[in-house]
């Protein structure tokens, strides 16, 4: 049976890196996001491109019950996935108490939700085969809690407890689960209202380096990796730095102005 990487949020920033990354060295590819034309033109060029297997789902992760739907897909397709990357992912910017709450309450479901239930139906695959990766794409917020990014830095301190957790759990069933921590990355999550915080004062990373970091961990890595030097050295600086201060440093950077 062919062996399949399931890689969600496929169509677009990182993910759509990661996959070009991965067809390029013959893997086989589940591509999952929410426009169907995107997929179906990602299956087409890949491969021309690179000869692998290409499958695809068009599904809406905002939704958990879609998530079921999409395994159970996968298992009626009879589609083998060894490595699963939980990279769908959204978040908004603005002051909690005027961000629109529908908007959050779909983000809490596509960030955590549906990563729970794809790492679940899939990790119970994985330990009966006694083999599989999991990796799920959270960020430096998961370390550094930022205000105006309230429900979305909350999202990734889940993801990155559950990660780290999970892995913990699954010691010595040949099944591993990991995290990647991207800093600012230039996709489609930076909005005109997010460019004008100190935070973009640095140029946020390409999509394209941090699918490279991104590929290389899942294939080869282990446990945690934090995308960059400074993006490492800032997730250290709570270790040092009193909490208060820390708090008052984030909400500077984060605010407009």
Do not use: C
Not at 22 to 50: F, H, P
Not at 99 to 116: A, C, F, G, R
Request: net charge positive; charged share 20%.
């Amino acid at each position: 049976m062919e062996e399949y990487i399931l890689l969600t949020g496929a169509s677009s920033g990182i993910g759509y890196e990661m996959a070009y990354q991965l067809a390029e060295k013959k893997m086989n590819l589940i591509l999952v996001a929410r426009t169907e034309s995107k997929l179906k033109q990602m299956q087409a060029d890949l491969t021309k491109r690179y000869g692998n297997l290409v499958q695809y789902f068009a599904a809406d992760l905002s939704d958990a019950n879609v998530a079921k739907a999409l395994y159970k897909k996968v298992k009626n397709e009879n589609l083998l996935v060894t490595h699963l990357v939980n990279n769908a992912g959204v978040g908004n910017y603005g002051s909690f108490t005027e961000t629109p709450l529908e908007e959050e309450l779909s983000m809490i479901q596509l960030n955590i939700s549906s990563l729970v239930v794809l790492s679940k139906l899939f990790a119970q695959d994985m330990v009966n085969r006694k083999s599989g990766k999991i990796m799920n794409i959270a960020s430096v917020v998961s370390f550094l809690p930022m205000p105006y990014f309230s429900v979305y830095s909350a999202t990734k301190a889940f993801v990155k407890a559950f990660s780290e957790t999970l892995d913990a759990e699954l010691e010595g069933t040949g099944v591993n689960v990991l995290s990647l921590y991207p800093g600012t990355v230039d996709t489609g999550f930076t909005t005109s209202e997010m460019q004008t915080t100190n935070l973009h004062k640095t140029k946020p990373m390409h999509p394209k380096d941090v699918a490279i970091q991104g590929v290389k961990h899942l294939l080869e890595g282990n446990g945690q990796k934090v995308v960059g030097f400074q993006n490492w050295f800032n997730t250290k600086l709570p270790n040092f730095v009193p909490d208060g201060i820390m708090m008052k440093i984030k909400k500077n950077l984060a605010s407009q102005g």
